[in-house]
């Protein structure tokens, strides 16, 4: 079993900045693919960005330039940098990672707010 645990939520106000991080944990073998999702108050839960073990990034087009995704191999962390946010930004985010323990195993984290606000 995976167990991710985020961290860096909060109150941050419009052309801010914020870092969210997820750890990792558990009889992890390997973990592919990492990634930050969000889901704003009525609205499907959608991709923010995701990350390979390689390095290669992909971002939804509501984020490109602002946002940073990033991974700790060796310390199984994912982290999202999130510049000039704005209002539209506020959602409950929530990291994702496919990881090999005794199958390959698709996880997510509990969630953690994000409000962008004056």
């Known amino acids: 079993q995976v167990q991710l645990v985020e961290s860096g939520g909060g109150l941050v106000q419009p052309g801010g900045s914020l870092r969210l991080s997820c750890v990792a944990s558990?009889?992890?073998?390997?973990?592919?693919?990492m990634g930050w999702y969000r889901q704003a108050p009525g609205k499907e839960r959608e991709l923010v960005a995701d990350?390979?073990?390689?390095?290669?990034?992909n971002y939804a087009d509501s984020v490109k330039g602002r946002f940073t995704i990033s991974r700790d191999n060796a310390k199984n962390t994912v982290y999202l940098e999130m510049n000039s946010v704005n209002r539209e930004d506020t959602a409950v985010y929530y990291c994702?990672?496919?990881?090999?323990?005794?199958?390959?195993?698709?996880?997510w984290g509990q969630g953690t707010q994000v409000t962008v606000s004056s």
């Open positions: 994702n990672v496919v990881a090999v323990t005794w199958a390959v195993g698709n996880y």
């Open positions: 558990g009889s992890i073998l390997s973990i592919n693919t």
């Open positions: 990350i390979t073990r390689s390095g290669s990034t």
